[in-house]
Protein backbone atom coordinates (compact mmCIF):
# COMPACT_ATOMS: atom_id res chain seq x y z
CA UNK A 1 0.00 0.00 0.00
CA UNK A 2 1.23 3.85 -0.68
CA UNK A 3 0.44 6.76 2.20
CA UNK A 4 0.87 10.16 1.07
CA UNK A 5 1.49 12.54 4.50
CA UNK A 6 1.00 16.08 4.14
CA UNK A 7 2.68 19.06 6.63
CA UNK A 8 3.29 22.61 6.13
CA UNK A 9 -0.23 24.26 6.78
CA UNK A 10 -1.65 26.73 9.03
CA UNK A 11 -2.98 30.45 9.71
CA UNK A 12 -0.97 33.15 7.83
CA UNK A 13 -1.77 36.85 7.04
CA UNK A 14 -2.95 37.98 3.57
CA UNK A 15 0.19 38.88 1.83
CA UNK A 16 2.15 36.21 3.71
CA UNK A 17 3.30 32.65 2.42
CA UNK A 18 3.84 29.00 3.17
CA UNK A 19 5.19 25.80 1.56
CA UNK A 20 3.39 22.55 1.77
CA UNK A 21 4.78 19.44 1.64
CA UNK A 22 3.50 15.73 0.83
CA UNK A 23 6.06 12.84 1.24
CA UNK A 24 4.21 9.26 -0.38
CA UNK A 25 5.95 5.82 1.31
CA UNK A 26 5.34 2.32 0.41
CA UNK A 27 5.15 -0.15 -2.03
CA UNK A 28 5.82 2.42 -4.58
CA UNK A 29 7.93 1.35 -8.18
CA UNK A 30 7.24 5.07 -9.54
CA UNK A 31 5.05 8.27 -9.02
CA UNK A 32 3.54 9.52 -12.23
CA UNK A 33 1.90 12.53 -11.97
CA UNK A 34 1.30 14.62 -8.63
CA UNK A 35 -1.10 17.38 -7.48
CA UNK A 36 -2.82 20.04 -5.30
CA UNK A 37 -5.90 19.96 -4.63
CA UNK A 38 -7.93 22.31 -2.35
CA UNK A 39 -11.57 22.23 -0.86
CA UNK A 40 -13.20 25.66 0.67
CA UNK A 41 -16.15 25.32 3.05
CA UNK A 42 -19.04 24.87 0.93
CA UNK A 43 -17.08 24.10 -2.01
CA UNK A 44 -16.33 21.50 -4.14
CA UNK A 45 -12.61 20.27 -4.52
CA UNK A 46 -10.68 21.93 -7.22
CA UNK A 47 -7.56 21.51 -8.68
CA UNK A 48 -4.55 23.65 -7.79
CA UNK A 49 -1.73 22.69 -9.65
CA UNK A 50 0.21 19.18 -11.26
CA UNK A 51 3.49 18.07 -12.09
CA UNK A 52 4.62 15.76 -14.23
CA UNK A 53 7.84 13.14 -13.36
CA UNK A 54 9.58 15.11 -15.85
CA UNK A 55 8.78 18.12 -14.33
CA UNK A 56 5.98 19.62 -16.87
CA UNK A 57 3.40 21.51 -14.67
CA UNK A 58 -0.02 23.15 -15.06
CA UNK A 59 -1.95 25.95 -12.88
CA UNK A 60 -5.23 27.28 -12.02
CA UNK A 61 -5.56 30.99 -13.55
CA UNK A 62 -6.58 31.54 -9.61
CA UNK A 63 -3.03 30.82 -8.38
CA UNK A 64 -0.95 31.47 -11.71
CA UNK A 65 2.43 33.77 -10.83
CA UNK A 66 1.34 33.18 -6.87
CA UNK A 67 2.06 29.18 -6.20
CA UNK A 68 4.79 27.58 -7.21
CA UNK A 69 4.55 22.82 -7.59
CA UNK A 70 7.71 21.47 -7.37
CA UNK A 71 8.96 17.89 -6.29
CA UNK A 72 12.14 15.63 -5.57
CA UNK A 73 11.49 12.26 -7.07
CA UNK A 74 14.14 11.07 -4.99
CA UNK A 75 12.49 11.45 -2.22
CA UNK A 76 8.98 11.02 -3.29
CA UNK A 77 7.48 13.96 -2.40
CA UNK A 78 5.62 16.92 -3.90
CA UNK A 79 6.07 20.71 -2.62
CA UNK A 80 3.50 23.64 -3.09
CA UNK A 81 4.98 27.02 -2.72
CA UNK A 82 2.28 29.60 -1.72
CA UNK A 83 3.34 33.28 -1.81
CA UNK A 84 1.02 36.40 -1.91
CA UNK A 85 -1.84 34.54 0.16
CA UNK A 86 -5.06 36.34 -0.16
CA UNK A 87 -8.25 35.09 1.76
CA UNK A 88 -9.65 33.37 -1.34
CA UNK A 89 -6.95 30.64 -1.17
CA UNK A 90 -8.13 29.64 2.54
CA UNK A 91 -9.15 25.62 2.32
CA UNK A 92 -7.90 22.58 3.24
CA UNK A 93 -5.04 21.54 0.79
CA UNK A 94 -4.99 17.83 -0.20
CA UNK A 95 -1.93 16.09 -2.40
CA UNK A 96 -2.81 13.45 -5.01
CA UNK A 97 -0.32 10.75 -6.92
CA UNK A 98 -0.55 8.80 -9.71
CA UNK A 99 1.55 5.79 -8.66
CA UNK A 100 3.02 2.44 -9.75
CA UNK A 101 2.60 0.41 -7.21
CA UNK A 102 4.96 -2.53 -6.62
CA UNK A 103 2.70 -6.09 -5.77
CA UNK A 104 4.36 -9.52 -5.13
CA UNK A 105 4.33 -10.87 -8.44
CA UNK A 106 3.77 -7.36 -10.95
CA UNK A 107 2.26 -3.95 -10.23
CA UNK A 108 -0.34 -1.94 -11.08
CA UNK A 109 -1.34 1.82 -11.11
CA UNK A 110 -3.64 3.43 -8.30
CA UNK A 111 -4.27 7.06 -7.47
CA UNK A 112 -4.00 7.81 -4.06
CA UNK A 113 -4.66 10.92 -1.76
CA UNK A 114 -3.46 12.38 1.31
CA UNK A 115 -5.51 13.68 4.57
CA UNK A 116 -5.23 17.06 3.85
CA UNK A 117 -3.67 20.23 5.83
CA UNK A 118 -5.48 22.98 6.79
CA UNK A 119 -4.74 26.69 5.42
CA UNK A 120 -6.09 29.83 6.48
CA UNK A 121 -5.65 33.38 5.42
CA UNK A 122 -6.46 36.17 7.34
CA UNK A 123 -7.43 39.65 5.98
Known amino acids: QVQLVESGGGLVQAGGSLRLSCAASGSILSINAMAWYRQAPGKQRELVAT???????YYADSVKGRFTISRDNAKNTVYLQMNSLIPEDTAVYYC?????????????????WGQGTQVTVSS
Open 51 to 57: ITSGGST
Open 96 to 112: NANVQVLAITSSYRAIY
